[in-house]
RNA sequence: GCGCCUGUAGCUCAACCGGAUAGAGCAACGGCCUUCUAAGCCGUAGGUUACAGGUUCGAUUCCUGUCAGGCGCACCA
């Protein structure tokens, strides 16, 4: 309906540029929605523009171009308004003509092929696999997973991957952590759990389990253990804690680090799947270190010339691509960085030949960017490929209380606890609520108390009522309209051409959400058009007598309900026919 | 100190990458159930868009500065 405006406008200009009245299209030309019905279903600022370069009033010029506009079915006048906007207002036979797309289309209405043959990698969530996901996961998480469906309703071929850090120190940490609690479980720890490691009750799960799989078998590392508690330094404690483990269990340290990594991942991933965000792949961190490819690339940053070594160290010369500082690549105890893996893994999303990779990171990481972009064109590849979302830290509060999410102590509350309090429509709807640079403060008091009175559920009971009111039909033998062959005319009410117009909206929000990386502009979207369903459904009844009017009536209440069904769809919420 | 994000109604947030009179929900107040689900609808009230400049036909939006809040500035991940 927009296209076919648009088409109008476009070639009233170019007939007017080949007068010679105009000296060109501009670019820049709007055709929107104005805030306000009075100023028309469409707008254009183009003689605004225009107004400049031609030395005429826009005024003037807008009246030119309503002279040039061809005659159309569809536009039932023009007006020209304020400082020289042209006002476009719509027969109604063109929103009859939406309301039956919407029943054409189905489940596709709303999609477009905008992205086709783009191919996109969506990496989101990614949380260190040392305890199970908590509530500013979830956020990561629903927002990701809401983006990835849009921008698949909009034709792009999208590829989700979790990034498992199952290398590095914290899962170190996180096995020294699972071992204490499997010797307190046998009564062999000398000492008191210490501070500075993972103290979650998972950890005694964990070690549980492990006790079961091997009995005492472990047990004899606890020779030598390092006394802990009198160390001055907690975080030498812990790596003296990890170097003794590694040396007195050998073969063994292998079978403690899986135990924590496996469970905790599976749980992750179980929790994810019942949160319906899924992913393409689970992408190991260790893999990289084992094919070598961190060695590789690390080869190619030095082979460039963009190395040096200090104090035994590797570094990185990333102030020479904009960043900060220079940073380490390898240590001089000759591990790798977090930061040499993560190089070799973007390298390794090029390699794979996405046209666009999109990052989905916590607020706190955003230091983080500047240096992988920097990597990325240290090695030849374009920094415009990666995007990187920042999404703001969900901060948790009960009632006007900080909660503490510190994932050691084990204090936090997860994903799982809230999904189950909440329920995930709720909890999915709620997270996209907000654009991610807004920060989120999710109160838990609250999003108990909201329950009940939740914005989802006013959505969710638009589409339900639809369905209602089929049962109705059923119950007092009422016939119900067929696919086609009915009478859309008869529709002339202004809330009836008010509810098409929210529909016709939906097509639009899919691709600006998709642009903008805002899922929360399908939320906002939904609202309303949850809302113009019920003023309509208060104010008209739609089971009438008359069976050409009940038909049309009940076609445009499922063709809303169609576009509900399809815009919670890509929110991960359900469509309940009843509630 | 430097960098990133943010500042809009009492609260939580929108405002279509510069447009016309800045909008919703919650909270407050007043109405609407003998008829399709009142988990709903209708109405009232609520604003110097943090502040000061600048850019232009036009600024919540872009630029500069100030103030305030969050986050980051590791051989942690």
């Known amino acids: 309906m927009k296209a076919f405006v648009s088409q109008a406008l476009q070639g009233a200009l170019q007939q007017l540029h080949a007068q010679g009245s105009i000296p060109g299209i501009p670019a820049t030309l709007e055709l929107d929605r104005p805030k306000q019905v009075e100023h028309g279903h469409l707008a254009s600022n183009v003689a605004l523009l225009l107004a400049k370069a031609v030395g005429r009033k826009p005024r003037d010029i807008a009246n030119d171009i309503v002279a040039a506009l061809p005659a159309s079915e569809w536009i039932a006048r023009t007006e020209i308004a304020g400082p020289g906007f042209i006002n476009f207002f719509l027969q109604p036979a063109a929103f009859h003509a939406v309301i039956h797309r919407v029943r054409t289309e189905k489940e596709r209405f709303g999609a477009n092929r905008n992205g086709a043959g783009q191919r996109l990698q969506l990496e989101f969530v990614s949380a260190n696999p040392t305890g199970p996901l908590h509530v500013g996961h979830g956020r990561g998480a629903a927002y990701g997973a809401s983006l990835a469906n849009i921008l698949r309703f909009n034709g792009f071929d999208i590829f989700c991957e979790y990034y498992v850090n199952d290398a590095g120190r914290q899962m170190d940490i996180l096995a020294a952590s699972v071992y204490l609690r499997y010797l307190e479980a046998a009564g062999a720890l000398p000492w008191a759990f210490p501070e500075n490691s993972y103290r979650g009750d998972y950890v005694r799960e964990i070690a549980a389990h492990l006790r079961e799989q091997v009995g ?5 590392a606890a020779a030598g253990l390092p006394n802990l508690p009198e160390m001055s330094d907690g975080d030498i404690a812990i790596d003296t804690l990890i170097a003794h483990l590694k040396q007195s269990l050998g073969e063994n340290y292998r079978t403690l680090h899986s135990a924590g990594l496996d469970e905790i991942l599976a749980d992750i991933r179980d929790d994810l799947e019942d949160f319906d965000v899924r992913y393409e792949r689970w992408y190991s961190e260790r893999s990289l270190m084992d094919t070598g490819a961190v060695d590789a690339a690390v080869a190619a940053l030095e082979k460039a010339g963009h190395c040096y070594t ?7 010369r990333a102030t020479a691509f904009d960043d900060d500082k220079d940073r380490v690549l390898r240590r001089d105890n000759g591990a790798y960085t977090y930061f040499a893996s993560d190089v070799a893994y973007h390298a390794e999303k090029f390699a794979r030949g996405f046209t666009h990779v999109i990052d989905m990171w916590g607020a706190d990481h955003h230091g983080y960017v500047p240096r992988v ?3 990325l064109r240290a090695l030849g590849l374009d920094d415009q490929q990666l995007e990187v979302v920042l999404v ?6 009960r009632g006007t209380e900080k909660v503490s999410m510190s994932t050691r102590a084990g204090e936090f509350v997860t994903l799982r606890e809230l999904r189950e309090e909440v329920g995930n429509d709720a909890a999915r709807f709620f997270y996209v609520l907000r654009r991610a640079d807004q920060h989120l403060d999710f109160d838990l008091e609250l999003a108990k108390k909201h329950s009940e009175e939740n914005p989802v559920f006013y959505i969710q009971y638009a589409h339900a009522r639809v369905y209602s ?5 059923a119950e007092k ?3 119900l309209p067929s696919a086609d062959g009915v009478d859309l005319t008869i529709l002339q009410e202004s809330r009836e051409i008010a509810l098409a117009d929210a529909l016709w ?3 639009e929000v899919v691709v600006t959400a998709a642009r903008d990386r805002e899922p929360h502009q399908i939320a906002f979207y939904l609202r309303e058009l949850a809302a113009a369903f019920h003023t309509y459904y208060n104010s008209t009844r739609i089971l009438v007598e008359e069976t050409p009017l009940r038909h049309a009536r009940l076609t445009l209440c499922l063709a ?3 576009a509900i069904a399809n815009g919670l769809r890509l929110l991960g919420v359900r469509a309940p026919e009843q509630m």
């Open 216 to 220: 005492d078998r472990l047990q004899h």
């Open 310 to 316: 200090l104090e035994g160290a590797l570094w990185f």
């Open 373 to 375: 972009k920097a990597a």
């Open 392 to 397: 703001q830290f969900a901060i948790l509060y």
């Open 469 to 473: 009111l089929l049962r109705q039909a």
């Open 477 to 479: 033998g009422l016939s």
């Open 505 to 507: 909206r939906f097509p």
């Open 560 to 562: 809303v309900a169609q």
